[in-house]
């Protein structure tokens, strides 16, 4: 069945190699999802070879944990693992690409200029894809020369696992780039939904609230832990480790969009400002206990 909002799939373009911006823990995770799925040629692509040769690592350790659960055969691992690459330069790597993704910095000048960079190298009918958790799509593609295909592609922490992926269409994004988008989807084994191109679009609004409450909560005194003991049971993982798994800034800027777009419904909380400033990507310590760094950040200055 058609998803709500889909174009005709026949306007769908094939995919025949992927090109992916960025090549941090969220990139590679991508990387790994269409090498698997697409059985395609990717590559990955950032701004110094330590990261990048990072993103690859980590993709081969994955595809190794696939062969040892038996997910996998040999032959398919090694095939796998030929199809990912990495690179510095886009130029060379994206000239024949028909799908970038783009995973960077949760910041709108750094996307635009991103993708402004990738414009350059790319062919016109190349879909330009983002992982934006909150941004507008519209306004990433509206200095682009070719705006029609700009789509948001909004995956879910663990990309490996979470079923579900919010495809958003930008103003201007053209009906064979949201086919396109659909079908990759699909492929991807994802259940695809078309959502509004509004801030932080569905999921992450409603999870804005929830984590805003929790965040509220724990500034007026209660501790983490029983924040975190309250929801046993109720929600698959602990608020707060939630919070450690999609990363503590992306979190905060996810409420600072809903905040400026909504101000009376979203709050920001200055415990979680602190916890940003001191650059924790996590609230628990390595015995899994909470950090007591953090415990100490959210007492008020
Ligand atoms: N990375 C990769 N795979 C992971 C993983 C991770 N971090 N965590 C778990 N998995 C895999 C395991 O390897 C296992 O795979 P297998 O079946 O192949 O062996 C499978 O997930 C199940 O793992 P567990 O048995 O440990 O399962 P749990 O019951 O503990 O569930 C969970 C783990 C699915 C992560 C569950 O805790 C959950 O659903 N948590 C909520 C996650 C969530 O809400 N994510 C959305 C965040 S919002 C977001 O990402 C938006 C962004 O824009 C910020």
Not at 197 to 220: H, K, Q, T, Y
């Amino acid at each position: 069945k058609r998803p709500a909002g889909a174009p005709d799939k026949a306007l769908a373009r094939k995919v025949t190699k992927v090109g992916i911006v960025g090549a941090g823990l969220m990139a590679s995770q991508l990387a790994l999802l269409f090498v698997r799925r697409l059985d395609v040629p990717v590559v990955l692509t950032d701004l110094d070879q330590e990261r990048v040769d990072k993103g690859v690592g980590y993709v081969h350790a994955e595809i190794d944990k696939l062969l040892a659960k038996g997910r996998v055969n040999q032959d398919k691992a090694n095939r796998l693992k030929g199809l990912v690459s990495g690179a510095i330069d886009k130029a060379e790597v994206f000239a024949d690409v028909d799908f970038v993704i783009e995973a960077v910095f949760e910041e709108m000048s750094v996307k635009k200029s991103v993708f402004a960079d990738v414009e350059k190298v790319v062919s016109p009918e190349c879909i330009l894809a983002t992982n934006t958790s909150s941004l507008s799509i519209t306004e990433m593609a509206a200095d682009l020369e070719h705006p029609e295909r700009v789509v948001g592609f909004h995956f879910f922490n663990p990309v490996a696992v979470m079923p579900l992926l919010e495809i958003v269409r930008g103003e201007r994004t053209d009906d064979a780039t949201l086919a396109t988008a659909f079908a990759t989807g699909r492929s991807l084994k994802k259940t695809t939904i078309l959502v509004k191109d509004s801030p932080s679009f569905i999921v992450n609004r409603l999870l804005g609230r929830f984590m805003g409450e929790v965040g509220r909560i724990v500034d007026e005194g209660t501790p983490v832990p029983v924040a975190d003991g309250a929801f046993a049971g109720v929600a698959p993982m602990p608020p707060f480790m939630l919070l450690s798994l999609v990363g503590p800034a992306i979190a905060l800027h996810n409420n600072e969009t809903l905040h400026r777009a909504f101000p009376d419904r979203f709050y920001v909380s200055p415990a979680l400002e602190r916890v940003v400033a001191a650059r924790k990507s996590s609230y628990y310590g390595p015995d899994g206990g909470i950090d007591p760094e953090i415990e100490a950040l959210q007492e008020k200055p």
